[in-house]
Structures are given as C-alpha cells and as structure tokens.
C-alpha cells in the first residue's frame, strides 16, 4: 500500500512539473511575439559560440544602438593598442 501511494504521489509531482514548463514555454512565446510585433523593438536570431542552438534576442532600438556604438568604440580601442608582430 505504500508503494503505491508513493508512486501515486511521484507520478502526480511530474505530471505538475511537465505542465509547468508548457505554461511558460506558452507564456514566453506569447511575450516574444507581442515584442516582435511592436515596431519599437529590433528582434534578430543569435548562435552562440560553440552552441548548435539559435536563442532570438529582441532589444529597443535605443538599446541596439547604444549596444552597437559600445562594440564599435571597443574595436577602435583595440585597433590602437595592437601592432604586427605582437609588440607595443
């Protein structure tokens, strides 16, 4: 009697746990989409080094564009720290 009400118990807690994770699989999507279609934000499709999976990054344009002029100031910098050959 035991075992079962065990088992019982321990289908019952990952039968919650699988629905759980639909909901906000759901609840995400639903986010994502809503973002995608607000013409405010800039959603693009990354791959993350040494990754096989593709995560979708969505930002404000504000954001994207502080973000961009970051990376390019960052490469500026390098530019003028680095030679040939590897000495300074």
Do not use: H, P, W
Request: some cysteine.
């Amino acid at each position: 009697m035991k075992k079962i009400s065990l088992l019982l118990f321990g289908l019952t807690f990952i039968i919650s746990g699988c629905s759980n994770t639909v909901d906000r699989k759901t609840k995400m999507n639903n986010q994502l989409a809503a973002v995608e279609n607000n013409d405010n934000y800039i959603c693009k499709t990354v791959k993350k080094t040494g990754s096989n999976f593709n995560t979708r990054r969505c930002m404000t344009k504000e954001a994207y564009k502080r973000s961009k002029e970051a990376a390019q100031e960052a490469l500026i910098r390098l530019g003028r720290t680095y030679t040939e050959g590897g000495t300074n």
